[in-house]
């Protein structure tokens, strides 16, 4: 049997986990329940759990820093992160640490189903029966198109950035991704590239002595005028502002 602990601070959420599907049937246990992200980590590590799955926003110790000194600990542990649309660019980055899946509040069983099955066949070559039918495999398929869309621009916001060339990229049509995008994140691409950008300037404004102009071209605005207007949009000060403070996050 896989081993998985589910981590979650609000417990209707780890309920929902631990009923949505049936774990037996599909080869695992649950293991452990945690509250927080430094319970998370004691629990994986104490009863050896194979599959951790974790909400991105956790006390003491957020979910990507759970998963990355796991990761660093033992890369066998395999990972499902869960992330609300606000902060799904930072789910983004738990591919660097050997993120499995990532999946959108609020959590839909069949996703999490294939979620699972997928780790419990590289890890046992469990049998499994493939109950799956047209229309879960339409959902499936829009959630892969919603995912590489977004690893589309964390490869490549550093660079004019056009909603038909990511549609290009994946053979869709780009008012299709575009209805994706409002559908399953509640915005528009270009919101999405602006949050994501903002989001990698904050980084550089926090931990380089790069200057605010230098920056905005590093992120992808030509404009540093246009680029310190989205910044405060989104973040709610100036660059200048955010990098006296060194303290704010975007959607903190």
């Known amino acids: 049997m896989i081993k ?18 049936d ?3 599909i080869g695992c246990e649950i293991v452990g329940n945690a509250k927080n992200g430094r319970e998370a980590k004691e629990l994986v590590l104490s009863l050896h759990a194979d599959l951790l799955i974790t909400d991105i926003k956790m006390p ?15 890369k066998e542990i395999e990972f499902i992160l869960i992330s609300g649309y606000s902060d799904f660019s930072y789910a983004l980055q738990g591919i660097k640490f050997g993120v499995s899946d990532y ?21 046992e070559g469990f049998p499994l029966q493939n109950e799956e039918n047209p229309i879960i495999e339409q959902v499936v398929q829009t959630n892969r198109y919603i995912k590489r869309a977004l690893e589309y621009v964390e490869k490549h916001y550093a660079s004019p950035l056009h909603l038909q060339e990511v549609a290009d990229s994946l053979s869709i049509s780009s008012s299709y991704l575009s209805k994706l995008f409002v559908d399953k ?5 270009t919101q999405f590239v602006n949050l994501y950008r903002i989001k990698v300037s904050q980084q550089y404004l926090k931990s380089t002595d790069k200057t605010i102009e230098e920056i905005a071209s590093i992120v992808g605005y030509s404009d540093y005028k246009y680029y310190s207007h989205v910044f405060k949009t989104v973040s709610g000060m100036t660059p200048m502002q ?3 403070e060194r303290s704010y996050y975007v959607n903190s």
Do not use: C
């Open 103 to 123: 999946l959108l509040k609020p959590i839909d069983s069949t996703e999490l189903m294939n979620a699972v099955k997928k780790i419990v066949r590289k890890k």
């Open 185 to 189: 994140l509640e915005m528009r691409f």
């Open 60 to 74: 003491f110790v957020d979910g990507l820093s759970v998963i990355q000194d796991l990761h660093e600990h033992n």
């Open 4 to 21: 998985v602990v589910i981590a979650d601070d609000e417990y209707y959420i780890l309920k929902e986990l631990d009923d949505i599907i």
């Open 242 to 244: 955010y990098k006296s």
């Open 23 to 25: 774990w037996n049937r």
